[in-house]
């Protein structure tokens, strides 16, 4: 059974800095993408930054030059770099693995709040 495991959520105040990470695990299929995505209240969930496994990435326009997304392929883990946090940045943070063959996991989220 595939697993999506994120950590390393928290409050720190603006200008401060987090790094999120996420463990997939469970598959013998390879993998297509990890990423990013992020739900604040009242709001739809939206990208944050995405890698695939050639370590091609893309990043919403709101967190580029600010937030840096990695990926370690052996351990099909994916980490995210987060500089520069504001309070608009607070929401729950959720890892999504895209596998092939089995399709696309989610993790069950993790919060990261901005205080000003």
């Known amino acids: 059974q595939v697993q999506v495991v994120e950590s390393g959520g928290g409050l720190v105040q603006a200008g401060g800095s987090l790094r999120l990470s996420c463990a997939a695990s469970?598959?013998?299929?390879?993998?297509?993408?990890m990423g990013w995505y992020r739900q604040a209240p009242g709001k739809e969930r939206e990208l944050v930054a995405t890698?695939?496994?050639?370590?091609?990435?893309n990043y919403a326009d709101s967190v580029r030059d600010r937030f840096t997304i990695a990926r370690d392929n052996a351990k099909n883990t994916v980490y995210l770099q987060m500089n520069s946090l504001k309070p608009e940045d607070t929401a729950v943070y959720y890892c999504?693995?895209?596998?092939?063959?089995?399709?696309?996991?989610w993790g069950q989220g993790t919060q990261v709040t901005v205080s000003s």
């Open positions: 999504n693995a895209e596998i092939y063959v089995l399709g696309s996991y």
């Open positions: 469970g598959t013998r299929f390879s993998f297509k993408s």
């Open positions: 890698i695939t496994s050639g370590s091609v990435t």
